[in-house]
């Protein structure tokens, strides 16, 4: 994988990790809104971005 597209691949997962951890941990600790519902489910759309972005440029592929 060429460097600045692991680069990418790393900032995607950390943004879908930090999204998640914010959101569901918002939601524990407070309860469960609209907002809480929304960054959760950005967290699992960058998420699934991320893994398909670093699947499709992954080394193995030829």
């Known amino acids: ?5 692991e ?3 790393h900032i995607l997962i950390g943004i879908a990790l930090v999204l998640l ?3 569901i941990g918002y939601d524990f600790v407070v309860g469960t809104k609209l ?3 929304l960054v959760i489910i950005a967290g699992l759309f960058t998420g699934w971005v991320a893994f398909l972005y670093c699947l499709g ?3 193995f592929w030829g």
């Open 21 to 23: 951890t914010i959101g």
């Open 1 to 5: 994988m060429e460097p600045q597209t």
């Open 7 to 9: 680069r990418r691949c």
């Open 57 to 59: 440029n992954a080394s």
């Open 35 to 37: 907002a809480d519902f």
